[in-house]
């Protein structure tokens, strides 16, 4: 038998052709791998949510800046769930009112209660397009028509005027169709009372609030927050001391760290989670809301303000943030309709703590209208098992544990949690 030495020319010239197919079908390989692999991180990139703030940040000490956040690219939780193209700005793309309803265990509750009960919101400049914004967003949802025209929607001025309105903003419009929605996604049978301040200052927004609890309204929304600062004190007698008043302020969507007028001890201050659909028998899962080191829901111990009788921690010797929370991560965001200015496409996805304290504002409104001289911040603390703990989660580094991260109970992020039905919210 004739052999062949492994190092024949024939040899050498069966093994390189061998060699090079077996190079060539590896780089086939790696090119399908690499492929794979951008197609993998396309779709995560797809699937990657991000957002802008809805309004620009305060310029001036005492300056508020809403807590609007839009998104802008990626796919919702809802979006992914209902398998609805990131791009599609049509139709709805984020929780709508059955959505939030079942989540928080108030769907018997906002088809019966809220008759003759009015939401308040508070904002800063004009949305022009408030009312046709709305009207669309119940429309589409099957709410209730509420209009100038039937009487259950008013829209005024911080002196209390329908006519003399103030200049227009884009980015405070978002900020208003995310707070007019919100309130009828969780009240649809409540009127609606907007009132929009000449400026973002606080002492124009807080003249508002004062106008509007000067109208009637019972439960007020605010949701916008600035700084800290040594007039806090005087802010918080001079605008939002309302005995028999429920006034619920958004926490913030900057991470761990105190704003005002969510530090007021006269308001609920409303954190933010994230909210995602579950197997458990609630049907609903919830966390902190935080997506990095600067964009979260807003917690931690006041320095200015004192601490209300009810609130007993004992780590914060002040007034501590927050109380309660809902919904806030845009990832896990609510429907808007918004359609003034550059930012006004239609229907958006919006997150921020700025959804938050309007469905915690018209949560109460479910309830009932709180006793005259109570404080309606002091609810929850009194009836804390109707409302789902928020147990794992962090919104930022703090030495303090609770004040940034979840636990069982009271903690900073999301207080003693968020709604399970209205029990938490009666006096």
Known sequence: MRTTSPDTPS???RWGRTGSAVIATAALLLTGLATAATTAQARENSSKVTWTRSCALPRHTNEMACDALRVTGGR??????????????????GYGPSDLQDAYGLTSAAASNGSGRTIAIVDAYDDPNAESDLA??????????CTTANGCFKKVSQTGSTTSLPTADSGWAGEI????DMASAICPNCHI???????????????????????????VSNSYGGGESSSDATYDSSYFNHPGVAITVSAGDAGYGAEYPAASKYVTAVGGTKLSTSSTSRGWTESVWRTSGTEGTGS?????????????DTGCAKRMI?????????????SVYDTYGADGQGWATYGGTSASAPIIASVYALAGTPSSGSYPAKFPYANTSALNDVTSGSNGSCTTGYFCTARTGYDGPTGWGTPEGLGAFTG
């Not at 169709?177 to 007019?180: I, V």
């Not at 109380?323 to 991560?329: G, M, N, R, T």
């Open 300 to 312: 931690g111990c006041s320095a200015y303000d004192t601490k209300p009788a009810w609130q007993t």
């Open 193 to 219: 009372t907007l009132v929009e301040a000449k400026s973002a200052s606080m002492a124009n927004l807080g003249t508002s609030v004062n106008e509007v609890v000067g109208l009637g309204a019972k439960y």
């Open 177 to 180: 169709s995310l707070d007019l």
């Open 76 to 93: 919702t939780a809802f979006q992914q769930q209902h398998g609805i193209s990131p791009r599609a700005a049509d139709a709805p793309s």
């Open 11 to 13: 040899t050498r010239r």
């Open 322 to 334: 927050a109380d309660v929370s809902a919904v806030a991560d845009p990832a896990t965001g609510v």
């Open 136 to 145: 669309t967003y119940r429309s589409h949802y099957g709410l209730p028509a």
